[in-house]
């Protein structure tokens, strides 16, 4: 009898055992958990390149994203690459930040399942030249989703969300951020969030939205938006939810 290894959900470390993200997920399998320690990571190298058809978790070691960073130097997205054929990625304690504003941050949409718990993100926005104006820059959602469970996370002063799927969103905060989430198509399903002091809401063209026991304060919605979507095709109900403080110019927090 030949002596094996069975090598299943495997933790690889960086950088005590890979010396950036991107090698930790070169060297790892479907099913990995990739550990990142304590500490401060910059550099292409510390971005995601290539998954090659992965599924994986991605993991603060000490679970605290004040002290697990990848800070992207307005220069680098975080996943902006073809990732074919992954059932999902998950993310847990770690704070993302100051990312390339020419790129979105994080493409998602062919990833049938992402998790983000308990991350932070930071100075995440995209600016796209309008095609009308090339002179003209557009603010674009920074992350493009397709299914989504995003719990216990902090976002402050991003560029929003976009998404496809159903999204489960809860105990979040959405500090100084433009469009949070837009939905186009699917569902969304929102408990126990804030929004604040932002530029408009939970939107979308069509869609199932769910709000509940969630804040808005501060916000500004200009004409044509408004802070939570009534029409376009969407199938809305709001329970328990306060609304405080919020500038709406030629616009309705209910659209």
């Given at each position: 009898v030949i002596p094996y290894t069975l090598l299943l959900n495997r933790e690889i470390y960086v950088p005590s055992e890979?010396?950036?993200?991107?090698?930790?997920?070169?060297?790892?399998?479907?099913?990995?958990?990739?550990?990142?320690e304590d500490g401060i990571y910059t550099g292409k190298e510390n971005t995601i390149t290539d998954l090659a058809g992965k599924s994986l978790k991605i993991v603060s070691k000490s679970n605290d994203p004040k002290k697990t960073i990848f800070d992207f130097s307005y220069k680098y997205s975080l996943l902006n690459v073809s990732r074919p054929d992954v059932e999902n990625i998950y993310f847990k304690g770690i704070g993302f930040r100051n990312s390339s504003q020419d790129a979105l941050f994080f493409d998602g949409r062919d990833i049938r399942q992402t998790t983000l718990n308990k991350c932070d993100f930071e100075n995440i926005k995209w600016f796209n030249s309008a095609y009308s104006n090339p002179n003209l820059n557009t603010v674009m959602q920074a992350f493009y989703l397709r299914n989504a469970l995003i719990t216990d996370c902090n976002f402050e002063n991003i560029s929003g969300i976009i998404a496809n799927g159903e999204v489960v969103l809860a105990d979040s905060v959405f500090n100084n951020c433009q469009s949070p989430l837009a939905l186009h198509g699917g569902s969304v399903n929102a408990k126990l969030c804030e929004f604040n002091n932002g530029k408009g809401g939970i939107g979308g063209v069509w869609g199932k939205f769910r709000i509940e026991q969630c804040s808005y304060v501060g916000n500004y919605v200009k004409f044509g938006s408004g802070l939570v979507p009534l029409g376009f095709g969407s199938d809305t109900q709001v329970s328990k939810c306060l609304f405080a403080g919020n500038l709406c110019d030629g616009a309705v927090i209910f659209n």
């Open positions: 890979c010396p950036s993200l991107q090698t930790a997920i070169t060297k790892a399998i479907d099913g990995d958990t990739i550990v990142v």
